[in-house]
């Protein structure tokens, strides 16, 4: 029979194990907890498309990347529709094939209470293959662009990053599409990255934390 002091003691260490779980759920937070707890509101421009791949795989690669990322982060996001009316009344058209300036994104931000406004383009976008007696090389490179406003410091942050070179050799056919996705997945985890470093300095939150 079990006495009632090692009941009392096996209760104790459970709630001990209990907090210490806590305690380590806690400091895991994920980015998109950062990104709750941060609280900022951001609008996302659509992108632009400066290369000349079109396929449905880059389209598909920058939503998950870039036009949902942010949601998915955490963050609180201006619907797409509001974001973009917000944009045209400023006189901006993706013709122009460039970004928005300062002033445009400064009034989207004022229009849709953004606390942030972010645009990106797709500068550049190489892909090349390169085919032997035996084998093919798809080679691919991916420069992007961003723009980023910082509504209450009325700052713009803007910069660009490239992707490490993504070099397939196979024996047989190869297609463009693993290439491009993962050279697009990398340009772009490198442009949140900055983002996200960008958002908490001016918001005040430690990333690190």
Request: glycine share 6%; aromatic share 10%; with cysteine.
């Amino acid at each position: 029979m079990v006495s009632f002091c090692e009941v009392f003691w096996m209760n104790k260490i459970l709630c001990v194990l209990l907090m210490a779980l806590s305690v380590c759920v806690t400091c895991a937070a994920s980015p998109a907890e950062t990104g709750m707890q941060n609280g900022a509101k951001i609008a996302v421009v659509q992108y632009l498309n400066s290369s000349e791949e079109n396929q449905g795989y880059v389209d598909e690669t920058v939503a998950e990347k870039y036009t949902n990322y942010f949601s998915a982060a955490g963050y609180m996001v201006v619907p797409n529709a509001e974001t973009q009316s917000a944009l045209s009344t400023t006189g901006y058209t993706t013709e122009d094939e460039e970004l928005p300036d300062k002033d445009q994104m400064k009034a989207v931000a004022e229009a849709t209470g953004a606390d942030y406004v972010v645009a990106m383009e797709i500068a550049e976008l190489h892909a090349s293959r390169h085919e032997s007696f035996f084998q093919v090389k798809v080679t691919v490179k991916t420069k992007l662009a961003y723009k980023v406003y910082a509504a209450k410091a009325d700052k713009l942050y803007a910069f660009k990053t490239t992707s490490s070179d993504d070099n397939k050799t196979v024996f047989g056919g190869v297609g463009f599409k693993s290439p491009i996705v993962n050279a697009l997945t990398d340009a772009m985890e490198k442009g949140n990255a900055k983002i996200q470093s960008f958002v908490a300095e001016n918001s005040g939150v430690d990333l690190a934390q």
